[in-house]
């Protein structure tokens, strides 16, 4: 996976319609009023992809996105780079907490099961307060989608993750079936 994506960039290529346009508004939007309304200052994002989802998001002191492609944490570096409040890493062993990690239209990416399990492990235990996540939720997979695969996320959560309860669900205003799902430590 990590190849496709590194590909990808290096050709000119993006983060995908989700992280542009309407998807990215809709989204930064969301967002946004959760940083404000919760008063959050700390954001850890998992899967910060080309860092466009990035430049729309507002009120938060420190900000810091993980990519597995090394490539794409390249152009975030130099897009950000005159921005201190804002980093940019691999995923490393030892990741620093924040009070809301976000994860946007990357679960359904992550085709390897021990990948997938691996990296909710990172989005809940990094998490201070809050997890954010936009995707789907549901086992209903085309054999034709080469790099999708949806799972009930949601059932993997409450079993692995129950110090977090699901405290909102905002149905998606676009044609797609991922939502935001907003969970809460408890």
């Known amino acids: 996976m990590n190849n496709y994506w590194n590909d990808r960039y290096k050709a000119g290529g993006n983060s995908g319609d989700g992280s542009y346009g309407d998807f990215a508004k809709h989204k930064a939007e969301i967002i946004n009023d959760y940083i404000k309304k919760f008063g959050v200052k700390t954001i850890s994002d998992f899967g910060c992809g080309d860092g466009n989802q990035t430049t729309l998001l507002t009120g938060?002191?420190?900000?810091?996105?993980?990519?597995?492609?090394?490539?794409?944490?390249?152009?975030?570096?130099?897009?950000?780079?005159?921005?201190?409040?804002?980093?940019?890493?691999?995923?490393?062993?030892?990741?620093?907490?924040?009070?809301?990690?976000?994860?946007?239209?990357?679960?359904?990416?992550?085709?390897?099961?021990?990948?997938?399990?691996?990296?909710?492990?990172?989005?809940?235990?990094?998490?201070?307060?809050?997890?954010?996540?936009?995707?789907?939720?549901?086992e209903r997979n085309k054999p034709e989608s080469a790099h999708i695969f949806h799972r009930k996320f949601t059932d993997y959560v409450k079993k692995y993750h129950s110090n977090f309860e699901l405290i909102e669900t905002i149905e998606n205003t676009l044609n797609t079936s991922a939502k935001f799902f907003l969970y809460k430590k408890i």
């Open 60 to 138: 938060f002191e420190t900000y810091v996105g993980y990519d597995i492609s090394s490539h794409a944490l390249y152009l975030c570096n130099t897009k950000f780079k005159d921005n201190p409040n804002v980093n940019f890493c691999s995923l490393i062993t030892d990741l620093p907490k924040a009070e809301l990690s976000i994860s946007l239209d990357v679960l359904y990416h992550i085709l390897n099961e021990n990948e997938y399990i691996e990296y909710l492990e990172r989005l809940f235990l990094t998490s201070e307060k809050y997890v954010l996540a936009f995707t789907s939720d549901h």
